[in-house]
């Protein structure tokens, strides 16, 4: 009798793991698979990284790839094509595709970054630095084109040095190449995101000076945007990766740096969680993140400023052209 009470048990033990083992399976058929082509792999994303980690995407029903493309024009080249259904750039990309092509266009539903995300780095410590000793320097900016490299124009511009004409600002180094072509000895400073200006100071190859968002002022610096026509036929998924940002932007906001570290450290297995918790710690006090999805009409008149300003803006559009705040606002109620 113990043993027919012994194999009664062990069949039903096996049928709960099966049922289990067979509920999880279709849980997981029902996420929505999507992919983020990201314009670099950065601290200054650390939200997006912190929803990935703490499972914000799952509980909104998507499985998320994140996806390196270097570049805000091959990030633009991979949502266009359909290569991936979202992307992370510098919000200038949709504006350019506005301009040539109005027939279906790429439009921003969520920002993540409200403020330049680079640091002058300079080769020799400067406890008393300031814009105008950049005059007659030579400064590698950066992509001819892209925010950072046009933020790095508008701040010189600012403080009275006048690109190209009372410094050299080099445009021809690729974004990942720029911190090994400053550490070989190009050029007198170089804008360098995080961790790799941390890691560049540390290493004492460099030193940071300034912080250019800083310098700068609010601009929406980095967004998520897709296909307009995507975005009419797949509104849910949207809505759902809009939510999951914002999870991720309020989480950052309401921690510590060493917290945020150790949370988005998956992401950056080749960095120092120190090294982590000191950017996340420069991040928060520059006021470098979002705390809610939604793009100002100020803000976005401002980064048409500074593309003007660069001779990169084809002609000005209208922030509702190329912005749209439903899902932003949504996800905050």
């Known amino acids: ?37 990201e314009v670099a792999h950065s601290v200054f994303y650390a939200p997006q990284y912190a929803a990935l980690s703490l499972g914000f995407f799952e509980e909104e029903g998507l499985e998320v790839t994140v996806i390196n493309s270097n ?35 790429a439009k921003v539903f969520a920002q993540l970054t409200k403020r330049d995300g680079s640091f002058l780095v300079a080769r020799e410590p400067d406890s008393d630095f300031a814009w105008s000793k950049l005059a007659g320097k030579y400064i590698i900016g950066g992509r001819a084109g892209g925010v950072p490299e046009m933020t790095v124009e508008y701040v010189l511009r600012k403080n009275g040095v006048e690109p190209h004409v009372d410094c050299t600002v080099d445009t021809s180094i690729q974004f990942a190449a720029m911190a090994g072509a400053f550490i070989g000895g190009t050029g007198d400073y170089v804008a360098l995101f995080e961790p790799t200006a941390t890691a560049v100071e540390q290493e004492g190859k460099g030193y940071i000076v300034a912080s250019i968002g800083q310098e700068s002022g609010e601009i929406p610096y980095t967004a998520y945007y897709a296909m307009e026509s995507y975005m009419k036929e797949n509104p849910e998924v ?18 510590t740096p060493r917290e945020v570290a150790e ?10 969680i ?23 009409k100020d803000a976005f008149d401002r980064l048409q400023d500074v593309i003007e300003q660069a001779g990169q803006l084809p002609a000005r559009v209208e922030f509702y052209d190329v912005v749209t705040n439903e899902y932003a606002e949504k996800a905050v109620k």
């Open 1 to 37: 009798m113990l043993n027919v009470k012994k194999t009664v048990a062990v069949i039903l033990l096996t049928v709960m793991v099966a049922l289990l083992s067979f509920g999880c399976e279709k849980a997981d058929e029902k996420l929505v698979k999507i992919t983020v082509s």
């Open 71 to 105: 570049g805000a024009d091959k990030v633009m080249s991979a949502v266009l094509s359909g290569d991936v259904q979202i992307g992370l750039s510098g919000p200038e990309a949709c504006i350019y595709v506005y301009s040539a092509d109005k027939s279906d266009y």
């Open 238 to 255: 949207i809505q759902s990766f809009t939510n999951a940002v914002y999870k991720g932007m309020q989480w950052i906001d309401t921690h």
């Open 263 to 272: 949370v988005i450290a998956p992401h950056f297995p080749d960095t120092d």
């Open 274 to 296: 120190n090294v982590l918790e000191k950017v996340a710690e420069r991040y928060k006090e520059i006021d470098a993140w979002n705390k809610t999805p939604s793009m100002t």
